[in-house]
């Protein structure tokens, strides 16, 4: 048996704010959504495959110290795009973990940008190559890890 991951779903405390986040600034298409007032969700994906659901039931801002979610990790095709993304979400006005493009470890060739969406849930946009040379905020852990 192998399993893949089919979509992400993430909890949100604001479904207009985290959907133009996601849709305007990350650039996945909505696929489908619902707007009762007590069952708000949204469906994003890219080419009709559903990539991740917005359910607007939390009450709290996303909490690092719990157990669940550590960070959800988006690869991109290239350095190239991962650049234009950090523009667009310096451009929204996104918390960033670390300054610009880092390896994933010192010396490494994959890597990417480390941020927040408006919830606080951490986000990653990364490549597999292509950061050779790119600074790593820490030697002892990989950069995904504790930020």
């Known amino acids: 048996m192998t399993?893949?991951?089919?979509?992400?779903?993430?909890?949100?405390t604001d479904l207009d704010r985290s959907l133009a986040f996601y849709r305007d600034v990350l650039g996945f298409a909505l696929l489908a959504e619902g707007k009762e007032d007590?069952?708000?969700y949204a469906f994003l994906g890219e080419e009709g495959h559903l990539v991740?659901?917005?359910?607007?039931?939390?009450?709290q801002p996303y909490e690092g110290g719990r157990a669940g979610l550590h960070h959800l990790a988006l690869e991109a095709d290239s350095i190239e795009q991962v650049r234009k993304y950090e523009a667009?979400?310096?451009?929204?006005g996104a918390e960033f973990?670390?300054?610009?493009?880092?390896a994933?470890?010192?010396?490494?060739?994959?890597g990417g940008i480390f941020f927040h969406d408006p919830d606080g849930t951490r986000l990653e946009i990364s490549v597999p190559s292509g950061?050779?040379?790119a600074p790593a905020p820490?030697?002892?852990a990989p950069t995904c890890g504790f930020f």
């Open 88 to 92: 667009a979400l310096r451009a929204y």
């Open 138 to 140: 820490t030697e002892s």
């Open 52 to 59: 991740l659901t917005l359910w607007q039931q939390a009450q």
């Open 3 to 12: 399993l893949r991951t089919g979509h992400i779903g993430l909890n949100v």
């Open 38 to 40: 007590d069952r708000r």
């Open 104 to 110: 994933h470890s010192e010396g490494a060739a994959s």
């Open 97 to 102: 973990a670390y300054e610009g493009v880092v």
């Open 131 to 133: 950061v050779e040379g």
